[in-house]
């Protein structure tokens, strides 16, 4: 079975840092762009980073850029989204999503993960 699989979320204060991970199974990623993405209550998903899949290339939506940096280990076949300086407005489901074309939008991805909660409360 072919599954993008989320972890590392939870509840952190303002401030504060996660790191969420991103695990294939059934497929490597060795051929996949990587992106995340988040959906906030009431509003629509929006692109958080994405990495190509070399590596050699990230992008970033201007809210997080400087404060997330996103990594792939191509031997774990795994993707990770380190986030920091996390602010209330970053609550939200985060996705990570396979991209075969590195256009890093919701209609081009091929595999969705199920996504994991962040909250950032005090």
């Known amino acids: 079975q072919l599954q993008l699989v989320e972890s590392g979320g939870g509840l952190v204060q303002p401030g504060g840092s996660l790191r969420l991970s991103c695990v294939a199974s059934g497929f490597t990623l060795d051929n996949y762009a990587i992106a995340w993405f988040r959906q906030a209550p009431g509003k629509e998903r929006e692109g958080v980073a994405c990495?190509?899949?070399?590596?050699?290339?990230?992008t970033y939506a201007n809210s997080v850029k400087g404060r997330f940096i996103i990594s792939r280990d191509h031997a774990k076949n795994t993707v990770y989204l380190q986030m920091n300086s996390l602010k209330p407005e970053d609550t939200a489901v985060y996705y990570c999503?396979?991209?075969?074309?590195?256009?890093?939008?919701?209609?081009?991805?091929?595999?969705w993960g199920k996504g994991i909660l962040v909250t950032v409360s005090s």
């Open positions: 990495i190509a899949s070399s590596g050699l290339s990230t």
């Open positions: 999503a396979a991209d075969r074309y590195y256009y890093c939008s919701p209609g081009s991805v091929d595999y």
